[in-house]
C-alpha cells in the first residue's frame, strides 16, 4: 500500500478514535451524574433502563475503539490492508468504506455464511 494512502487511513482512524474516546467519556460522567441525582425511585427505575441501554452503546463503542486502536498498530507495524485469513490485500474501496475491516470481502462472507449455518 502506497505511503500516502497508508497516512489517509492513519488520519481517519486517529479522528475517529478520538471522536469515539471524546463521546465514551461524555456519555459515562453525564450518565452516572443523572442516576446519582435523582431522588425518586421512580425517576430512578426510568434511568436505570436508560442506563442499560447507554451502557449496550458503550459497550459497542468500547469495542470499535479497541478495533481501531488494533488497525492503527496494524499501520505501524505494516500489516495494515492485509486479510487476518488469506493475507492477501483488501481492496481500498472496502478499507475505505471499513477501515476497521480486518478480513477482504471474500473472507468475511465466507466467514459470515459459516456463522449462518452454524448460528
Ligand atoms: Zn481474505
Redesign the pocket.
Known sequence: MHQKDLAFFKKLLTEQLNELMGLANHTISSLLDVVDRAPDPLDRATLDSDRTALLRIRDRESKLIRKIKRTLESIHDGTFGI?E??E?EISLERLKARPVAS??I??KTKTEAQEKAYG
Open positions: 486479510c485469513m488469506c492477501e478480513h477482504c471474500k473472507c
